[in-house]
């Protein structure tokens, strides 16, 4: 199969599986309703032929995990919908370019992770206050976090904000936003070694950030 008919489809987060488990995100993904394959390649025929509607539903099918995954490189709402808002554009301007409409979500997590990094370096000043999604309305738990959960996720995202930007991406899209190696290997273009091996190094980074904090 070649990666351009890779058919992603994010599943359950695995965040949580490593030595880190009893820690809790503050702010959890926003998974989209489910979208059958024949209406997402409906919606992308429609938006290619520029339909708004079509564009829009699109948006907001996607925007609320976008939005969330650019908060974790930006630490910044503004500079989020800055870059949501980027992604989008190139989206729709560039949707003619893409061969196979399966490959769409693949496609479009690659332009919201390369427009995240763009960002950041032409942005090198930019505050990155920590911040908590709970204060987002519709982007909290099902269940409010208490005093402690909040302090041990204040904890955690200050450790992942220190991860390189390439660990960072493979940590966030396979233990945050539940893709697979070779998922990943396809939106980031690199192998699924490469992908596993840089899992590992991120995994192995916050542990001992963490026990460097004494929370482990």
Known sequence: M????????????RFGSGSYARFRLNYPIMWQKELSDQKLKELIQKSRDGDLQAMGTLYEHFKASLFSLA????????????VIQDVFVKVFTNLHTLDEDKAFVGWLYRITVNTCLSY???????????????????????????????????????TIRKLPPR??????????????????AHILGCSVGTSKSQLFKARKKIKKL??????M
């Open 2 to 13: 070649s990666p351009a008919a890779i058919v992603l489809t994010p599943s359950t987060p």
């Open 71 to 82: 908060l974790r490189y930006t630490y910044n709402y503004a500079a989020a919908e800055d």
């Open 120 to 158: 950041l370096r032409s942005h090198k000043k930019l505050k990155q206050k920590t911040i908590s999604l709970d204060d987002v309305q519709g982007m909290v738990a099902d269940t409010a976090p208490s005093a402690t959960q909040k302090a041990e996720s204040k904890i955690l995202e200050q």
């Open 167 to 184: 660990l960072k991406s493979v940590f966030l899209l396979h233990d945050v936003q539940g893709f697979k190696h070779q998922e990943i």
């Open 210 to 215: 963490l026990e460097q904090k004494q929370w």
